[in-house]
């Protein structure tokens, strides 16, 4: 698919829940490339399908739920004694309570709020710590985001501002990491119908609506998101960047005026 050596580098994607998920379309290009990956999933439910998925690539399954300090060293200690380093690791794994999407966001409460941005934002930080210690030659950490942490996106309430936080640990955690030559980035995707998009109140329409009113008049595929991600973590592409928010959503971001159709402004 891309004509980029990346054997001998060893990968840890967390967030593969199907083969929808964009943790998967990051995941495929970085296979192919050569990469040794393990993957985390977060409760037995989702090995099976996982299993399937990745039949063929020798890599470890390894389940880890982030809310758990436990099963990250865990999963950790797994990774430094099978496969000694990390070169990449794929962040991409968001949770929200379904109501925080369904009611207005001024009623969220505490333990929704904590939850949130428990998994959402929190888990990153938590992942990138240990991961640093398994990146003693440099290494290249990538989450996922959504411009609902910068805008208001109705519905996504709670989801934006646990956005919002994850896109600011980026920058802290890149100039953090920066010196042991450890890149943080984080790519803005546009919508993609996935499980995780399946709780968002409405979520069809913004899908279509995004399509429609994107510079590109398309929503955006998941290899979309593989490719940029393959670009973000691989040191022959994306050596001088981090801290960054990047955004792969057809040029939806930059409008500031959405025209109505047939309408000739
Ligand atoms: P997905 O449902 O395929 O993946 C979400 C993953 O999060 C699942 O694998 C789930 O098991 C995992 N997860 C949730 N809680 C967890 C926990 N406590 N511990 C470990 N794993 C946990 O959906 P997706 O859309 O591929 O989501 C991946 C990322 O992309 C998320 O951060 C999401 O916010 C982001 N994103 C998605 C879209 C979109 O439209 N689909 C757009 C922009 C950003």
Known sequence: MYNIDLSGKTGLVMGVANARSLAWAIAQPLAQAGTRL??????????????????????????????????????????????????????????????????????????????????SAYSLVAVARRAAVLMPDGGSILTL???????????????????AALESSVRYLAYNLGPSNIRVNALSAGPVRTVAARSIAKFGDMFTEAGRSSMM?????????????????????????????????????????????????
């Open 38 to 119: 393990a993957y985390s999933y977060q409760g037995e439910r989702l090995l099976p399908a996982l299993e399937e998925l990745t039949a063929g690539q020798d890599a470890a399954l390894l389940e880890c739920d982030v809310t758990d300090d436990d099963a990250l060293d865990a999963l950790f200690a797994t990774l430094a004694r099978d496969y000694g380093k990390l070169d990449f690791v794929v962040h991409a794994l968001a949770f929200a309570p379904r109501v925080t999407f369904e009611r207005p966001f001024i009623e969220v409460s505490r333990e929704d709020w904590r939850v949130a941005m428990d998994v």
């Open 217 to 265: 008049k398309r929503n955006i595929e998941g290899s979309e998101v593989g490719g940029m991600g393959m670009a973000l973590l691989c040191e022959q592409l994306g050596s001088g960047v981090t801290g960054a928010t990047l955004y792969v959503d057809a040029g939806f971001h930059a409008i500031g005026m959405f025209v109505p159709e047939g309408y000739d402004l």
């Open 145 to 163: 985001s959504y411009l609902a942490g910068e805008r208001v996106v109705p519905n996504y309430n709670m989801m934006g501002v646990a956005k």
